[in-house]
């Protein structure tokens, strides 16, 4: 595999990892007040707790939405998709 291809891929991890991680801060700090100004939970009703299955899946689902996000935003050439379809085809092959 290319280095150029690893080296996309690390920073594209890291941004990723970064960037849930900072919605995971933000849910947990100001969760209960975007719920009940979007009409989520009706005003009086207890928010749900969080635990860490909760955190877990949080920082999951916001991992992938990042994930496609800066796949589509930073431009990979297609001369490096191609050098993955080769891998692929080689490793099956």
Do not use: H
Request: charged fraction near 10%.
């Amino acid at each position: 595999m290319s280095y150029q291809l690893l080296f996309v891929c690390i920073i594209e991890c890291i941004l990723c990892l970064s960037a849930s991680s900072y919605v995971l801060w933000w849910n947990k700090n100001w969760d209960s007040q975007a719920n009940q100004y979007l009409g989520f939970f009706p005003p009086g009703t207890p928010q749900p707790e969080w635990t860490k299955m909760r955190e877990f899946l949080v920082f999951v689902r916001a991992f992938g939405t990042w994930f496609l996000l800066f796949t589509q935003m930073v431009p990979i050439s297609l001369l490096v998709s191609l050098e993955v379809v080769r891998l692929f085809q080689a490793r099956v092959i």
